[in-house]
């Protein structure tokens, strides 16, 4: 990010990361958050003018952004496409409000990827299996795909790197573990006595220091 420039996070949340670009692009710049979820909106701004930011955040969705086609010089968005319905029209929009020149970078995380450890090997397959599948997300392999929906909104990608994210247990448990598992029992993929016996492991495994979740993540940076 260069100062003076228009810079939008889509799915910014909290507004950590808008900050962030708030003191990248300087006093002369702009830098805006993008989030449907008016909650995580009221955060993100009260955070920031607590922080004395001069961040700002609209309320809106990537399928139809507010913005002027060619208004803005830098799109960041992380860990969205895998919730999306229709992330080929997400990524059209990100092409049309970008300007000549300007730089897009997606990240996102790859399901099939996903490890766990410890527990019965049935019961790790189908909870593996159920990470990659629609059950989980809408787009649970999003972050292979990242480069092919770039390009095939006329982009040109420039970079691409994977990296393997580790999973601390009580965020990966509560952030969609413990309902994963539900949803297995309620399909009959394993049994109830199979979860708890399987989350009891994994409680185990963590006060002795052996827990293991882990998946890659994909980032792709393009331009237009």
Same mark, same amino acid.
């Given at each position: 990010?260069?100062?003076?420039?228009?810079?939008?996070?889509?799915?910014?949340?909290?507004?950590?990361?808008?900050?962030?670009?708030?003191?990248?692009?300087?006093?002369?710049?702009?830098?805006?958050?993008?989030?449907?979820?008016?909650?995580?909106?009221?955060?993100?701004?009260?955070?920031?003018?607590?922080?004395?930011?001069?961040?700002?955040?609209?309320?809106?969705?990537?399928?139809?952004?507010?913005?002027?086609? +060619?208004?803005?010089?830098?799109?960041?968005?992380?860990?969205?496409?895998?919730?999306?319905?229709?992330?080929?029209?997400?990524?059209?929009?990100?092409?049309?409000?970008?300007?000549?020149?300007?730089?897009?970078?997606?990240?996102?995380?790859?399901?099939?990827?996903?490890?766990?450890?410890?527990?019965?090997?049935?019961?790790?397959?189908?909870?593996?299996?159920?990470?990659?599948?629609?059950?989980?997300?809408?787009?649970?392999?999003? +972050?292979?795909?990242?480069?092919?929906?770039?390009?095939?909104?006329?982009?040109?990608?420039?970079?691409?790197?994977?990296?393997?994210?580790?999973?601390?247990?009580?965020?990966?448990?509560?952030?969609?573990?413990?309902?994963?598992?539900?949803?297995?029992?309620?399909?009959?993929?394993?049994?109830?006595?199979?979860?708890?016996?399987?989350?009891?492991?994994?409680?185990?495994?963590?006060?002795?220091?052996?827990?293991?979740?882990?998946?890659?993540?994909?980032?792709?940076?393009?331009?237009?």
């Amino acid at each position: 990010m260069c100062p003076g420039q228009r810079a939008v996070e889509v799915g910014s949340g909290t507004g950590s990361s808008v900050q962030r670009l708030a003191t990248a692009v300087g006093p002369d710049g702009e830098a805006i958050g993008l989030d449907a979820n008016e909650g995580l909106l009221a955060v993100a701004e009260d955070r920031a003018r607590r922080a004395g930011s001069a961040a700002r955040f609209v309320h809106g969705d990537v399928h139809a952004a507010p913005f002027a086609d +060619g208004s803005v010089d830098a799109v960041l968005c992380e860990r969205v496409f895998q919730f999306l319905d229709r992330p080929e029209h997400a990524v059209a929009e990100i092409a049309r409000v970008l300007r000549p020149g300007g730089r897009v970078v997606l990240i996102d995380s790859d399901w099939s990827s996903a490890t766990l450890y410890p527990g019965d090997p049935e019961v790790l397959r189908t909870m593996e299996s159920m990470l990659a599948g629609s059950l989980h997300n809408r787009e649970p392999l999003a +972050g292979r795909k990242l480069r092919s929906w770039l390009a095939g909104a006329g982009l040109t990608v420039t970079g691409h790197e994977a990296r393997t994210l580790f999973l601390p247990y009580d965020m990966f448990l509560n952030a969609g573990l413990l309902a994963l598992t539900d949803l297995a029992v309620a399909h009959g993929e394993i049994t109830a006595e199979q979860r708890q016996q399987f989350l009891a492991g994994l409680a185990d495994a963590q006060r002795r220091g052996e827990f293991h979740a882990s998946v890659t993540m994909f980032a792709a940076v393009a331009h237009r």
